[in-house]
């Protein structure tokens, strides 16, 4: 069988949460992968690195427990740690991914997969034969995005390491240099710190900048205190891999650094290069800009973009976010069924620009949902910005010795609705959703002050906050 209601570019988590939509609402699917099944969450990202970090993070909050910490006797056991990794990345294969494609009813073609035309997917088998897969419906790409490796002189050619090089690393380097201040240059800093390595960051733009203030700065305290050099403002002119194997990163300000390794963790760029988007009038290589039901703008409406891809939000959650609403609206319009596609309609992608949670692994974690306060500002909204020290919770002080936080919320003065709600400190990621079902449902203050937080938990500075707020 070559021809299918919806042909899917790409099986990382949007590619096959929307093949399993399409599949629930009653067409066929078939989905194309060159890799592996799973993608980059599954082997190089997501779940990989949080093993990675967590280890670190439990010992830590065993240290800050008196009468536990008296127990640990010893340091991480790195090949421990790399074991359970492995195991997190299911070893990179892809065998049970592939059962569950199988159980849901789609189809995988293994390959590299281009746009021929209209609705219409070419894919070229490892053995070089080609296979012509038609659409009746839609093509879907989701094929994701990579690392960026920028114009830095000699960059390339030393052979940098990116996000994946890095979580799939099989031994510690004594010594990392990191390029960049963001997700995952924070993140993995903390984590190969906490696994032996000196790490030197270099973060031009700062650490974290894009969230609130305190946030880069707490988190920057945080990592010196753990013997990371932070470099802020640094910027690396030049790189060269030395003869033994080494690395040396020239400064633009001429200084130099020596490291092992080096990972290059500035953003991302799409992967759209060779898809065929020239075949369809698109430019190679590109993002693709997609309407709020993720139907690629500037086509004939057959075609939909998912995840990374699409450069709305790069965050896992909400690309499988992206991939069930395309999913339903494929259908919805397959069978002539009505399309509702207004503000936080079933198939209106909302939260992308209103509510995205995202939780940064870092030690103390970083927890934050809709909007920053500047971001507020900036969209032209009248706020009121509100702060509380999460150390002055009793919660806190139960959950570790030495405590240090911070919340702030963000409300928007004209609706009485919060915008924007961001939290610093050890383990606040999972009070994240209380904070991303008040901003997504818009829950006035004054019903807000009913949602009583549980005593003593670190969550009771929603009721400090909202004190600070007044009634």
């Given at each position: 069988?070559?021809?299918?209601?919806?042909?899917?570019?790409?099986?990382?988590?949007?590619?096959?949460?929307?093949?399993?939509?399409?599949?629930?609402?009653?067409?066929?699917?078939?989905?194309?992968?060159?890799?592996?099944?799973?993608?980059?969450?599954?082997?190089?990202?997501?779940?990989?690195?949080?093993?990675?970090?967590?280890?670190?993070?439990?010992?830590?909050?065993?240290?800050?427990?008196?009468?536990?910490?008296?127990?640990?006797?010893?340091?991480?056991?790195?090949?421990?740690?790399?074991?359970?990794?492995?195991?997190?990345?299911?070893?990179?294969?892809?065998?049970?991914?592939?059962?569950?494609?199988?159980?849901?009813?789609?189809?995988?073609?293994?390959?590299?997969?281009?746009?021929?035309?209209?609705?219409?997917?070419?894919?070229?088998?490892?053995?070089?034969?080609?296979?012509?897969?038609?659409?009746?419906?839609?093509?879907?790409?989701?094929?994701?995005?990579?690392?960026?490796?920028?114009?830095?002189?000699?960059?390339?050619?030393?052979?940098?390491?990116?996000?994946?090089?890095?979580?799939?690393?099989?031994?510690?380097?004594?010594?990392?240099?990191?390029?960049?201040?963001?997700?995952?240059?924070?993140?993995?800093?903390?984590?190969?710190?906490?696994?032996?390595?000196?790490?030197?960051?270099?973060?031009?733009?700062?650490?974290?900048?894009?969230?609130?203030?305190?946030?880069?700065?707490?988190?920057?305290?945080?990592?010196?205190?753990?013997?990371?050099?932070?470099?802020?403002?640094?910027?690396?002119?030049?790189?060269?891999?030395?003869?033994?194997?080494?690395?040396?990163?020239?400064?633009?300000?001429?200084?130099?650094?020596?490291?092992?390794?080096?990972?290059?963790?500035?953003?991302?760029?799409?992967?759209?290069?060779?898809?065929?988007?020239?075949?369809?009038?698109?430019?190679?290589?590109?993002?693709?800009?997609?309407?709020?039901?993720?139907?690629?703008?500037?086509?004939?409406?057959?075609?939909?973009?998912?995840?990374?891809?699409?450069?709305?939000?790069?965050?896992?959650?909400?690309?499988?976010?992206?991939?069930?609403?395309?999913?339903?609206?494929?259908?919805?319009?397959?069978?002539?069924?009505?399309?509702?596609?207004?503000?936080?309609?079933?198939?209106?992608?909302?939260?992308?620009?209103?509510?995205?949670?995202?939780?940064?692994?870092?030690?103390?974690?970083?927890a934050s949902v809709g909007l920053t306060a500047a971001?507020?500002?900036?969209?032209?909204?009248?706020?009121?910005?509100?702060?509380?020290?999460?150390?002055?919770?009793?919660?806190?002080?139960?959950?570790?010795?030495?405590?240090?936080?911070?919340?702030?919320?963000?409300?928007?003065?004209?609706?009485?609705?919060?915008?924007?709600?961001?939290?610093?400190?050890?383990?606040?990621?999972?009070?994240l959703h209380a904070a991303t079902i008040a901003v997504?449902?818009?829950?006035?203050?004054?019903?807000?002050?009913?949602?009583?937080?549980?005593?003593?938990?670190?969550?009771?500075?929603?009721?400090?906050?909202?004190?600070?707020?007044?009634?």
């Amino acid at each position: 069988m070559t021809t299918y209601d919806v042909i899917v570019l790409g099986a990382g988590p949007a590619g096959e949460n929307v093949a399993d939509r399409v599949v629930r609402g009653g067409l066929t699917a078939a989905i194309v992968e060159r890799d592996l099944v799973g993608g980059e969450c599954s082997y190089w990202a997501c779940m990989p690195t949080k093993a990675l970090l967590r280890s670190g993070a439990a010992l830590r909050a065993v240290r800050q427990v008196p009468g536990a910490r008296e127990a640990v006797t010893g340091e991480l056991d790195v090949a421990a740690v790399l074991r359970r990794r492995d195991a997190f990345a299911s070893d990179w294969q892809d065998d049970g991914q592939v059962s569950w494609l199988d159980s849901v009813g789609v189809a995988l073609f293994r390959g590299h997969g281009r746009i021929g035309g209209d609705r219409v997917v070419e894919v070229t088998g490892a053995d070089g034969t080609t296979t012509t897969l038609t659409a009746r419906h839609a093509v879907v790409v989701a094929t994701g995005s990579g690392a960026l490796v920028p114009d830095i002189e000699g960059l390339r050619d030393a052979k940098p390491w990116t996000s994946r090089e890095t979580v799939a690393a099989k031994e510690i380097p004594a010594r990392l240099a990191v390029i960049g201040g963001g997700v995952v240059a924070s993140e993995m800093a903390t984590a190969f710190t906490g696994l032996g390595s000196s790490v030197t960051m270099l973060a031009r733009d700062g650490v974290l900048h894009l969230n609130e203030p305190f946030v880069g700065e707490q988190v920057a305290v945080s990592l010196r205190d753990r013997g990371v050099s932070v470099r802020i403002g640094a910027e690396a002119g030049s790189v060269k891999r030395n003869d033994d194997g080494t690395v040396s990163i020239t400064l633009t300000d001429g200084e130099q650094i020596e490291a092992d390794e080096l990972l290059v963790a500035i953003g991302r760029t799409p992967n759209t290069q060779d898809i065929g988007l020239d075949n369809v009038g698109l430019k190679p290589g590109s993002w693709l800009t997609v309407d709020g039901t993720m139907r690629v703008v500037g086509t004939d409406g057959w075609l939909y973009a998912a995840g990374d891809v699409n450069r709305r939000v790069l965050l896992t959650h909400q690309g499988k976010y992206q991939a069930r609403l395309a999913g339903d609206v494929i259908v919805a319009r397959a069978k002539g069924e009505p399309v509702d596609d207004a503000e936080w309609g079933r198939h209106a992608a909302t939260a992308d620009e209103r509510a995205v949670p995202q939780v940064v692994f870092t030690e103390p974690e970083v927890a934050s949902v809709g909007l920053t306060a500047a971001n507020a500002e900036a969209a032209g909204l009248r706020i009121r910005v509100v702060d509380y020290d999460l150390a002055a919770t009793a919660g806190s002080a139960l959950h570790a010795e030495g405590y240090r936080g911070h919340a702030r919320m963000v409300v928007d003065e004209d609706r009485k609705v919060i915008v924007g709600f961001t939290l610093v400190g050890p383990d606040v990621a999972e009070m994240l959703h209380a904070a991303t079902i008040a901003v997504a449902g818009e829950v006035p203050l004054d019903r807000l002050w009913h949602a009583v937080p549980a005593f003593p938990t670190v969550s009771e500075v929603w009721l400090r906050l909202l004190e600070a707020y007044g009634r």
